[in-house]
T-cell receptor, first 110, second 114 residues
Framework: GQQVMQIPQYQHVQEGEDFTTYCNSS?????IQWYKQRPGGHPVFLIQ?????EVKKQKRLTFQFGEAKKNSSLHITATQTTDVGTYFC??????????FGPGTRLSVLP | SAVISQKPSRDICQRGTSLTIQCQVD?????MFWYRQQPGQSLTLIAT?????????ESGFVIDKFPISRPNLTFSTLTVSNMSPEDSSIYLC???????????FGPGTRLLVL
């Protein structure tokens, strides 16, 4: 079945440093979604990418969908302590369900 | 956006017992899902709750262990049956209006089985 991988598994950064997490799918995706889960919280939708090569920005967050629609990245510029959490990518599986990647856990040292 | 509530928020249960988790949405939604998330792990889809018909289970999950009800478009229950310590996890209800729409998650039910 479809697999969605993410690297790195963990990332520790100093506040103010940049952070990037990468998502790779074993199959071509019609779209990809990103979620953030704060410690003790539930996943919260961040964004959906649909087009090949698409780039979307949300303040300090930049999301990119690969040209082949098999990979994606999330880049955070100048991390803040509020960015702490686990970032998941998710891709559709046989149309209706989403397969979630294992997540990248970000910790930000003040 | 959909607002989802789950009950109970947490529970501690004895081995061999069953627990029913409720999920209530503030609006009618087409799709409802149940996920399991073990500590520090990703989300694993248990099943899709279908209104008026049997749920669709993912590989590794069976109806006898995780019976699901969905009597209408705003409510669903998941029962964790004959629990063992391996069932200790967070169970999350999730909804979506269409395959390309945003997916919303409930706050989760934290279950500990002793």
């Amino acid at each position: 079945g479809q697999q969605v991988m993410q690297i790195p598994q963990y990332q520790h950064v100093q506040e103010g440093e940049d952070f990037t997490t990468y998502c790779n799918s074993s199959t071509t995706l019609s779209n990809i979604q990103w979620y953030k889960q704060r410690p003790g919280g539930h996943p919260v939708f961040l964004i959906q990418l649909v087009k090949s090569g698409e780039v979307k920005k949300q303040k300090r967050l930049t999301f990119q969908f690969g040209e082949a629609k098999k990979n994606s990245s999330l880049h955070i510029t100048a991390t803040q302590t509020t960015d702490v959490g686990t970032y998941f990518c998710a891709g559709p599986n046989y149309g209706q369900n989403f397969v979630f990647g294992p997540g990248t856990r970000l910790s930000v040292l003040p | 956006s959909a607002v989802i509530s789950q009950k109970p928020s947490r529970d501690i249960c004895q081995r061999g017992t069953s627990l029913t988790i409720q999920c209530q949405v503030d609006s009618q939604v087409t799709m409802m899902f149940w996920y399991r998330q073990q500590p520090g792990q990703s989300l694993t889809l248990i099943a899709t709750a279908n209104q008026g018909s049997e749920a669709t289970y993912e590989s590794g999950f069976v109806i006898d262990k995780f019976p699901i009800s969905r009597p209408n478009l705003t409510f669903s229950t998941l029962t964790v049956s004959n629990m063992s310590p391996e069932d200790s996890s967070i169970y999350l209800c999730s909804v979506r209006d269409s395959p390309k729409e945003t997916q919303y998650f409930g706050p989760g039910t934290r279950l500990l089985v002793l």
